[in-house]
Every structure is written in C-alpha cells, then in structure tokens.
C-alpha cells in the first residue's frame, strides 16, 4: 500500500467553473476525512465519511461543495462554481474506526484565477 | 474561536541544539493529541501523539509532553537535526466522540541551522 493518494496534485480553474478531486485511502481504512489548509493556517475540517455514510460536514462546507465516497473506497470532492476565496490546499486523510492516527495524502493545491 | 493554537509562527535553533514546540488548548473535551510535520507542497505527516492518561510519550529523538491542567503540550526534539526543518502542527481530538476529527493549530516554523 502506497498510502493516501490524490489527484490532481495541482489545479488552476477560472472562477465560476466547477471542479472535483479524488482521493484513494489507504485500503484498509473505513474513515475518509477532507481538511482544507488554507496559507498560514493549519488543516480545517470539512468532511468526513465511515465507509459509504457522510457523517458529519463542518458549516465551511458551503452547498457549493459536495463529497461522495459511493462504495466506501475513493473519495470525490466537487466544487461548484469555483470563488477565488476557494484557493487553497484540500487535503485528504483515512483512519481505522477508532484508531488514533489519521494519515494524510500529499494534498490537491487549488488556485482560481 | 480558535480552539487549538500554536502562538510562536517560527523558531531558529541551532543544529544538536533542542527544539521545543508548545501549543495550547482550550477545549476540554480534547483527549488525544498528536503532532504532524509537514514539509512544503506534501500532506502533513504523523509525528508523535499523546493520550489525556499521560503526560509524556517518547519515541527517539522526539518527546511530547502533556500539561492538562494548564492545556498546554510541548514537543521537544533532541538533537535538532537540519532535516527537521518544517512546518509542526499540533492536533487534537475527542476521541471518544463520534469521527475523531482533528482540530489544528496554526503551525509552527522551525529552522534547524547547520
């Protein structure tokens, strides 16, 4: 297992269009979580799945964005009509259900111009 | 409100020197803590964490410490190395509480000099 994997690692999109990343856990991982890290700051919860459920959406997570992890495997992020307030560095992360340690992918590096 | 901060943004110490990190809470909730290392344009990467049952975990070089009483933890590393030079984060989380979602600091800079 190669880890948290992400892609795109990098994307520019003009403001208005619409976006999705993916994110492939680690296999034996039930928990899903996306972070957005914004410069200077540290990761902000936005998301988290148990296998397929969505579980809980912190309120960062405006009705522009949308996650699904249909099968309980990779994970999608969409954003729709992109805002430059959107750039930032989306970060996605797996655990064991209960386990103590989340390990985080290499992240999607957002710009909109 | 910031429940989670780490209020130096960067720390020089000089290489076989120590690195003490701190981070303070206010969220009493908080029964893990765990601290990432994240270079630049990679995903943060797990370090060290500590249960609310202890108040110190070692693992080599690097020692956390837990002062409950005060919300307050420290991550020491000894001896600084160049290659430590990176962006810490403090983390935490309610365990005990559904999702075990991490909540932030700011991050700290640190630069090990040769």
């Known amino acids: 297992d190669t880890g948290v994997s992400q892609d795109p690692r990098h994307k520019i999109t003009k403001r208005g269009q619409n976006v999705t990343f993916r994110c492939d856990p680690i296999?034996?991982?039930?928990?899903l979580y996306w972070y957005r890290q914004t410069l200077g700051q540290g990761p902000e919860f936005l998301t988290y799945?148990?296998?397929?459920?969505?579980?809980?959406k912190s309120r960062l997570l405006s009705d522009r964005f949308s996650a699904e992890r249909p099968k309980g495997s990779f994970s999608t992020l969409e954003i729709q009509r992109t805002e430059q307030g959107d750039s930032a560095m989306y970060l996605c992360?797996?655990?064991?259900?209960?386990?103590?340690?989340?390990?985080f992918g290499q992240g999607t590096r957002l710009t909109v111009v | 409100d910031q429940q989670v901060k780490q209020n130096s943004p960067s720390l020089s110490v000089q290489e076989g020197r120590i690195s003490i990190l701190n981070c303070d809470y206010t969220?009493?909730?908080?029964?893990?803590f765990l601290w990432y290392k994240k270079y630049p344009a990679e995903g943060p990467t797990f370090l060290i964490s500590?249960?609310?049952?202890?108040d110190k975990n070692e693992d080599g070089r690097f020692t956390v410490f837990l002062n409950k009483s005060a919300k307050h933890l420290s991550l020491h590393i000894v001896p600084s190395q160049p290659g430590d030079s990176a962006v810490y984060f403090c983390?935490?989380?309610?365990?005990?509480?559904?999702?075990?979602?991490?909540?932030f600091g700011g991050g700290t800079r640190l630069m090990v000099k040769p």
């Open positions: 992360a797996s655990s064991f259900q209960g386990g103590t340690e989340a390990f």
């Open positions: 296999s034996e991982h039930n928990r």
């Open positions: 799945f148990q296998n397929e459920a969505q579980l809980e």
């Open positions: 969220n009493s909730m908080f029964d893990y």
């Open positions: 500590i249960s609310s049952i202890k």
């Open positions: 983390a935490a989380s309610a365990f005990s509480s559904a999702g075990n979602m991490l909540t």
